[in-house]
């Protein structure tokens, strides 16, 4: 018998109320917001990672140019550009005589203009290469 006002359920048809459901769905659209958001800094992070490679990439060979080169590098701030990765770098170098004044200590860094994706690296190398020792070693000796 039916009373009159009163809900009868039916077996097998029970569900999910309207706000259950609007509930569910706001959590769920949270949850995506939040995972937007996080694969946004996670490329924002791996791009300037990138960047940091390369500026690092630029800094070492600027470091091998010095310490390959015959000749002392110039002492104080020496300033240039170069193409690497498909991006200008500017680089500094900064070389000063150490203490011990057979050594050079050259502080070389990097930087490209838009990104600022900065790299430093501070070498020593010799202030006179072995080759130039033995050259006036034997000029002395004859």
């Known amino acids: 018998m039916r009373r009159p006002g009163k809900r009868q359920d039916r077996d097998g048809e029970k569900g999910f109320t309207l706000i259950e459901m609007l509930v569910a769905l706001s959590v769920f659209s949270l949850a995506i917001l939040t995972l937007i958001r996080l694969q946004a800094f996670t490329t924002h992070n791996a791009a300037e990672l990138e960047m940091r490679i390369i500026a690092q990439s630029v800094v070492r060979n600027r470091a091998v140019e010095i310490l390959t080169d015959p000749r002392a590098p110039a002492l104080g701030i020496t300033r ?63």
């Open 80 to 142: 240039g550009d170069e193409e690497n990765g498909g991006f200008v770098w500017n680089w500094k170098q900064d070389a000063k005589l150490t203490a011990d004044q057979r050594f050079v200590q050259v502080d070389v860094s990097a930087e490209e203009k838009e990104s600022g994706a900065p790299a430093a690296l501070t070498i020593l190398r010799p202030s006179r290469m072995l080759s130039e020792e033995s050259d006036e070693n034997a000029a002395a000796a004859n």
